[in-house]
């Protein structure tokens, strides 16, 4: 595992540059995520805009404008915020024994670092607008098309998907909430899908409106677009270890820290659980040294409890498709590796299913599947129920295999994941049925 570019570098090249632990592998593929998905999201638009499906709106701005106070004091902001934490940090990192991920989400910085930086954005924008600047400000109507406005798209789902992400997953885990509210709020860990998903629907939707942009047509554009931007965020979540895995696959043992082996009896299995015991009941290990950590929130009340399927894939592929301890993660979750110092030095005591490497897969599939269909559906709106019927599908199944919050209603424990997932559905079904007849409906 990778938590941060620092160890990527440091294993594929042996350069150790401290300044890279500032650049978190998951953010880096979330980064990804949403480049991906405005590129698609760009395309599709463009399309439908040649097609006729999709107008510009014309809008008056006024030309020739030296730049605003207000402008340079966002721009000024901006720049300190980023200097402030992101110079701070690249300080930081150099100190040994400094936690940057603690660092950032703390209110420590460099205000050298801040004001040079804002000082550089003012004048970027002040140079910007002046170069613009006429005589006398003039009014000019332009033309704005929908793919004009990816940018701000982009910007809405990345705000209100983390706050929607968050607030679900807080929600989804109130015990572990409500002991520690404001650290749970501003930690970097712990994001739900379908709460950012739903909040960045909302946004969008209501931007789009003000904006004059067909809502059915946006959201058919974007559906392949959400699929590949969720492979490629799942790829962050497996490269981390960021604890988004699968039950234990009893099929294996780890013989030893981070090292998996197929079982040679069922024996096995209860032997690893028996060895860590108190991990498995209580999160807690205890290292050579004697010290006793906390190191996982996931507890069974026996080891009969402990959730687990039995699978040994075939000989002639990797065992860690099936099987993997994530040595190194990110939520520096098990037990100590061997000759390994420092923060991210552990290992699970048993091996679970990479469940964000199934996801990455299976999405990566049905973004080629929705890509390929694109041109062939015509009824608008049942392109993106079809979205909603196959990424309810996917989560609902890969849900079988992990471990998750779940919810007593008449008598059934499903979790917050699969009621969304099956909302999601019984919702793309009925869209698919409903856009299906409105189109041919017009057609009549």
């Known amino acids: 595992m990778y938590p941060n570019l620092y160890y990527a570098i440091d294993d594929w090249f042996g350069w150790k540059i401290s300044a890279l632990k500032i650049f978190?592998?998951?953010?880096?593929?979330?980064?990804?995520?949403?480049?991906?998905?405005?590129y698609f999201l760009t395309l599709e638009l463009k399309r439908k805009e040649k097609s006729g499906l999709l107008q510009p709106r014309e809008e008056t701005i006024i030309a020739g404008k030296p730049a605003t106070f207000l402008e340079l004091l966002i721009n000024g902001l901006v720049g300190f915020l980023f200097g402030y934490k992101l110079i701070g940090a690249f300080v930081a990192s150099r100190t040994a024994g400094v936690d940057i991920q603690e660092f950032i989400f703390s209110y420590r910085g460099s205000w050298i670092g801040g004001f040079i930086l804002a000082a550089i954005l003012v004048y970027f924008k002040y140079r910007d607008k002046e170069r613009q600047k006429l005589a006398q400000p003039e009014k000019r109507i332009i033309r704005v098309w929908p793919h004009d406005r990816v940018g701000d798209l982009i910007i809405f789902a990345l705000i209100f998907g983390i706050i929607g992400a968050k607030l679900f997953d807080n929600l989804e885990n109130w015990n572990r909430f409500i002991q520690n509210p404001v650290a749970n709020l501003l930690s970097p860990s712990g994001l739900t899908f379908y709460g950012g998903l739903i909040f960045a629907a909302v946004a969008i939707s209501i931007y789009a409106g003000k904006k004059g942009i067909n809502l059915l047509h946006l959201t058919?554009?974007?559906?392949?677009?959400?699929?590949?931007?969720?492979?490629i965020g799942r790829i962050g979540c497996q490269v981390a270890g960021d604890g988004d895995w699968g039950v234990y696959n009893s099929g294996y043992v780890?013989?030893?820290?981070?090292?998996?082996?197929?079982?040679?009896?069922?024996?096995?299995?209860?032997?690893?659980?028996?060895?860590?015991s108190t991990y498995f009941l209580n999160g807690t290990v205890e290292?050579?040294?004697g010290v006793i950590s906390?190191?996982?929130d996931r507890h069974a009340q026996t080891l009969d409890k402990v959730p687990h399927r039995s699978f040994i894939g075939p000989k002639f592929l990797p065992t860690w498709l099936f099987a993997y301890t994530y040595p190194h993660n990110v939520n520096e979750d098990g037990i100590l590796l061997p000759d390994c110092y420092g923060k991210y030095c552990r290992a699970l005591p048993q091996p679970v299913f990479p469940t964000p490497l199934y996801e990455t897969l299976t999405?990566?599939?049905l973004f080629l599947f929705l890509w390929s269909l694109r041109r062939k559906i015509r009824a608008p709106g049942f392109m993106f129920s079809l979205y909603l019927l196959l990424n309810g599908i996917e989560r609902f199944l890969v849900e079988t295999i992990r471990v998750n919050t779940?919810?007593?209603i008449f008598g059934i424990h499903p979790t917050q994941a699969e009621l969304i997932s099956a909302a999601l559905v019984i919702t793309g079904i009925l869209g698919m049925l409903y856009f299906k007849r409105k189109y041919q409906a017009s057609l009549e």
């Open 254 to 276: 780890s013989d030893a820290p981070g090292h998996v082996v197929p079982v040679r009896s069922p024996e096995d299995y209860q032997f690893a659980l028996r060895k860590y």
């Open 294 to 296: 906390e190191v996982s």
């Open 24 to 38: 978190y592998s998951f953010g880096i593929f979330v980064a990804l995520a949403f480049i991906g998905a405005a």
């Open 363 to 365: 999405c990566t599939l």
């Open 287 to 289: 290292d050579s040294s």
């Open 406 to 408: 779940t919810y007593s």
């Open 220 to 231: 058919d554009a974007a559906a392949p677009a959400l699929m590949i931007a969720y492979a």
